[in-house]
Structures are given as structure tokens and as C-alpha cells.
């Protein structure tokens, strides 16, 4: 298996990495939109994180990946399985969180899946050919320029991400299987903006710069150059700060649910998005889920202001109005919005 860079290993850009330590903390946050310059570890990040998270168990032969420990979430192979054996438990496996990536060009039955071509020759059997969104069932999905996505396939994850589930009604085919994933999209703002509808569905949203001090771009180079030279090493270099960190995100989710969130904390989350004026109630819920993953990541019992002023920006940049009096762009706002409301 090729090496990968170690997530720890990555200097600066610690909004990116927080967000996407969130996301995998809680996956029902809504994934990470990453946007930026070209060459700042946008795609380097999200198979790091991938190959940092412990291996998932899943039920043997399953082709979507079904948790042993979900039943009601099972693909309808898994129920039969399950059905059949009874008592009996289903046999279970250890696989990577796997980390697939949309091409902009992919079809719509590459994505969604179709008829198995192979066996409907070949043996005369109506068989389904799962597709990609198979594939990232409870792993992350990873669209390269996701501002360039064609409409189509837009849509698809809308539906996707909305339900949860893949349905296929094609070619005398009926297929329904659970498709839970973590949208991880990047791009280049100046190559075009995303479909407000696709924008709103990201949890949180990052920007990425090229570092502009002399130090940081020095030790980024250094530590790229020295992976590029021997991957092997420098992985096994890193080995026991990934372990540590693996550690952290492991109690992080077990811990997840007893983090308690105030209702201090829900009435400033409110307040602040009311004085942004954030469209519907979906940028309180991500700024509070959000916000109690890094808790719990951070080993707090409870959410604080200080958990909500640091994920307010990431968690809602993406969900302001434009206003044409005021030029500032969102990042700014937002900012000007938790100072008055935290103070300086």
C-alpha cells in the first residue's frame, strides 16, 4: 500500500485541519468545503485524515460497506443475511475508511451505479453494479474543483445527502442502499462559485492560503521534500504523533454524546446568526454540532463560548446573504459579528 503524508505532518492551515478533525469527529455535521490557492494540501489533507482514522468494522461480503452494529441502517442483502442467520452473528471484517473521489466528468451511472453489463451477457442475470456512492458508504466522498461539478450530478448528492440513501429505479433494476458519507470538497474561488443549494449542504467551509512567512514555507517544503525522498521513513517518523492523535479523535467520538450543550450556549449561536441573518435554522445546528464536536475533542464536558467563537466563521461563511452596501466579504462579517458579540 503507498505511503501517505501523516495528517500531523502538515504544517499550518489549522482551519482546514480543525474542520476536518470535526467532521470526523461527527460525520453528521455535513462535510468540509475547502477553498483556496492551488498546491496548499487541500487533497493531502483529506487522505491523510482518511488513513489516520481506525480501520471500520463492517459485515463480511458487504459491497456497501454496513455496519455490523447498525441493522436499521443495512443494505437489503445485509437484512437477508441477518434474517437468515438468526441468533447467529454475521461475520466481520476490519477495512480502511475508504476515500473516494468524483471526477467532474463521471457519468451518472458511475456515480449512482447501474446494470452489471458482465453478468447480464455473459450469464443472463439482472444484476447491480454498485457505483461510487457505494463505495464512500461510511467513509469520505472527495470532489477535486466541486465549484466546476456539472448540474446533474449536483443534484444526485443533494437527493444523496438529504436522504442518505442511493435509490435506482433503471433498466428494470429497483435498488435501495444506505450511502452516508462526508462530503469533502475543494476548489479555486476564481474558477467559478458553487449552487447555493450544493453550498448550503457543506457543514463547514475553510479557506486555505499560501503562507506568506518565510519560516512556515520553509518547513512545508522541507517536510514534503523529505516525504518525496523516502515515504517509508518519514511516515515512521511521524508514527507516534498519528498514534496520538488517532487516540484523541477515537475518545473524541465515544465521548461525543455526554458533552452537554447549554442552552446559554444555543441562545448565542442563535443570536449570532440572527445578527447575520442566516437563512433558515440550518446554520444554528451546524455552529452547535459543530461547536460540541470540538469539545469533545478538546475533552470538555460542556460546550462554551469559546468552542462557538472558533468554529462561528468556518461554520457560517458559506450561509450569508450578499450585501451590496457593505463590501466586506463573509469571512470578515462573521468576524465583525463574534466580536460585538464576544468582545474583542
Not at 8 to 21: F, G, N, R, V, Y
Not at 215 to 232: E, K, L, M, N, Q
Not at 253 to 270: G, N
Request: charged share 30%.
Amino acid at each position: 500500500m503507498k505511503p501517505v503524508f501523516p495528517f500531523s505532518a502538515i504544517a499550518a492551515q489549522d482551519e482546514m485541519k480543525t474542520a476536518l478533525m470535526i467532521a470526523a469527529v461527527d460525520p453528521g455535521i455535513g462535510g468540509v468545503l475547502v477553498f483556496g490557492d492551488r498546491g496548499t494540501g487541500k487533497s493531502t489533507a483529506v487522505r491523510a485524515l482518511a488513513a489516520l482514522l481506525p480501520p471500520m468494522r463492517v459485515v463480511a461480503g458487504c459491497r456497501y460497506h454496513c455496519s455490523p452494529d447498525e441493522a436499521g441502517a443495512a443494505c437489503d442483502e445485509c437484512r437477508r443475511r441477518a434474517a437468515e442467520a438468526g441468533k447467529a452473528r454475521l461475520k466481520v471484517e476490519l477495512v480502511p475508511v475508504p476515500v473516494v473521489d468524483l471526477p467532474l466528468g463521471a457519468t451518472e451511472d458511475r456515480v449512482v451505479g447501474a446494470l452489471d453489463l458482465e453478468k447480464a451477457l455473459s450469464q443472463g442475470i439482472k444484476a447491480f453494479e454498485p457505483g461510487l456512492l457505494a463505495r464512500a458508504h461510511r467513509g469520505f466522498l472527495y470532489i477535486d474543483e466541486a465549484n466546476l461539478l456539472e448540474d446533474h450530478l449536483v443534484d444526485l448528492l443533494l437527493d444523496v445527502a438529504a436522504s442518505g440513501e442511493n435509490v435506482v429505479e433503471r433498466e428494470g433494476l429497483s435498488i435501495r442502499h444506505p450511502a452516508r458519507f462526508v462530503l469533502v470538497g475543494t476548489g479555486n474561488p476564481e474558477e467559478g462559485e458553487l449552487r447555493p443549494q450544493l453550498l448550503d449542504r457543506f457543514g463547514l467551509s475553510v479557506e486555505v492560503k499560501t503562507p506568506t512567512d518565510m519560516p512556515t514555507r520553509i518547513d512545508v517544503v522541507r517536510r514534503r521534500d523529505s516525504f518525496d525522498r523516502d515515504p517509508a521513513a518519514f511516515v515512521a517518523g511521524w508514527e507516534k504523533e498519528e498514534s496520538r492523535l488517532r487516540k484523541r479523535l477515537v475518545a473524541a467520538r465515544a465521548r461525543l454524546p455526554s458533552v452537554v450543550l447549554p442552552d446559554a450556549a444555543l441562545e448565542t449561536a442563535a443570536r449570532l446568526c440572527m445578527a447575520l441573518g442566516t437563512d433558515g435554522l440550518r446554520g444554528e445546528l451546524t455552529l452547535v454540532r459543530a461547536a460540541r464536536a470540538l469539545a469533545s475533542f478538546e475533552a470538555a464536558q460542556e460546550v462554551g463560548n469559546d468552542h462557538l467563537r472558533r468554529i462561528a466563521t468556518s461554520a457560517l461563511r458559506h450561509r450569508l446573504r450578499r450585501n451590496p452596501l457593505d463590501e466586506a466579504g463573509s469571512t470578515v462579517r462573521v468576524e465583525r459579528a463574534v466580536t460585538e458579540l464576544f468582545g474583542p
